[in-house]
């Protein structure tokens, strides 16, 4: 496959558990994607207050993350998550579509570097932040990546 | 002993498994709906797993505190998930294990595994705030 076109990524469908959560493709530019995670009874954490789980979050924040190294790379390339580490700055609303935001902003042959923001509405009001680190899985020299990262 | 699994739970088929005494094991069964590169558990479910094991474990050890009768709340502020090894076709396990339980803040470890405890395929580090009334 040449390129990597996340809109047509997405509407092959997220599949596994970003099927399961409703998760849907929102924006994105030269290194970042934004996901839609729509307000779901099922997704609740808190049943008193109605606030989503964390959980589903992540999975949000690690798909738009992956996404965004993908449009970088402009290459599908499978990779594993290392890390992810997410700060929660105050609950989802309840009610309210979850926007998460990934950015790449640095790729070297077997890792890249993302961080991201997630909202409910407002950019400028952000609910979670996070940061983490993903590894090409498999044989790197092999995918033809070199060139393009060095570049 | 009362753990209360919120709905999200559903998502991912959790269940306890309690032995006396001892922090809940939260159990995670393999499916589609937690999958995420074909073959493998989804990061995020395996998260979410993570997540309620350490809140289990905090519940756990606040009932285990006595609390004077009273029902703090906890406020996740935030979380590190290392991914250690691919998530692959059998169940999961997770459990919690606070290490400091403070007034205000509790530090939770959690880990899941497949095959063995000492091999998890995941660690979380959380930091919780606890609201006492």
């Known amino acids: 496959m040449a390129g990597f076109d996340p809109q047509w990524f997405a509407t092959r469908g997220f599949g596994g558990h ?13 290194d970042w994607a934004e996901l839609a995670l729509p307000y779901d009874e099922r997704l609740i954490g808190d049943p008193a207050s109605g606030v989503i789980a964390s959980g589903p979050i992540i999975t949000m924040m690690d798909m738009a993350t992956s996404l965004a190294i993908w449009i970088k790379r402009n290459a599908f390339v499978p990779h594993a998550t290392l890390d992810l580490r997410v700060d929660y700055l105050r609950p989802a609303t309840p009610g309210k579509t979850v926007i998460g935001r990934g950015e790449c902003y640095r790729i070297t042959r077997s890792i890249a570097f993302v961080r991201g923001q997630a909202h409910d509405g407002d950019p400028n009001d952000p609910l979670a932040h996070v940061a983490g680190t993903f590894m090409v899985v498999g044989d790197v020299a092999g995918m033809g990546l070199n060139r393009r990262i060095e570049a | 002993m009362s753990i209360g699994l919120p709905p999200y739970a559903e998502i991912l088929r959790v269940s306890v498994e309690v032995e006396a005494g001892a922090p809940p094991v939260l159990v995670m069964p393999f499916a589609d709906d937690v999958l995420g590169r074909p073959g493998f558990l989804h990061g995020g ?4 797993l993570l997540e309620m094991a350490a809140i289990a474990a905090l519940q756990h050890a606040l009932e285990a505190e006595g609390a004077n009768g009273s029902d703090p709340r906890i406020k996740p502020v935030n979380v590190t998930v290392d991914f250690m090894r691919g998530g692959r076709d059998k169940p999961t396990r997770a459990a919690g294990v606070v290490t400091r339980l403070g007034t205000r803040v509790a530090n939770v470890e959690a880990t899941a595994w497949q095959d063995e405890r000492d091999k998890p395929i ?6 919780y705030l606890i609201v006492r009334d």
């Open chain 1, 18 to 30: 970003g099927a399961a959560l409703g998760m849907r493709y929102h924006a994105h530019g030269d």
């Open chain 2, 45 to 48: 479910a395996i998260s979410g």
């Open chain 2, 122 to 127: 995941a660690a979380a580090r959380m930091n």
